[in-house]
Nanobody, 125 residues
Framework: QVQLVESGGGLVQAGGSLRLSCAAS????????MAWFRQAPGNKRECVAVISWSGGSIYYADSVKGRFTISRDNAKNAVYLQMSSLKPEDTAVYYCAASPLTHTVEVVTSLYDTWGQGTQVTVSS
């Protein structure tokens, strides 16, 4: 099974940018659809962005569309989330996740069977 480790979180002012990275090991990430989820205190974990195994299909939540960009480098076994124009409401723990269901892009947490430990993103106003 693939193992995932996120990095790149931190404290940033509103309007700033951060780039999250997800390093995979154990199995080629190219066999998975990959996603970024986030969870703020008291909130459910929500899907932020998904990229299919080939990169040909991408989903963004309405709340981040136009501000966040998901990408993957299968040769480096990594997935990225470039976040720009950050808002205080983007504050959350961000998780990288892998789904073996590659025929469709999914946003449901239960369809992802591998998760990273999460990285904290805090946006100050």
């Amino acid at each position: 099974q693939v193992q995932l480790v996120e990095s790149g979180g931190g404290l940033v002012q509103a309007g700033g940018s951060l780039r999250l990275s997800c390093a995979a090991s154990g199995r080629p990430v190219s066999t998975y659809n990959m996603a970024w989820f986030r969870q703020a205190p008291g909130n459910k974990r929500e899907c932020v962005a998904v990229i299919s195994w080939s990169g040909g299909s991408i989903y963004y939540a309405d709340s981040v569309k136009g501000r966040f960009t998901i990408s993957r480098d299968n040769a480096k076994n990594a997935v990225y989330l470039q976040m720009s124009s950050l808002k205080p409401e983007d504050t959350a723990v961000y998780y990288c996740a892998a789904s073996p269901l590659t025929h469709t892009v999914e946003v449901v947490t239960s369809l992802y069977d591998t998760w990273g430990q999460g990285t904290q993103v805090t946006v100050s106003s």
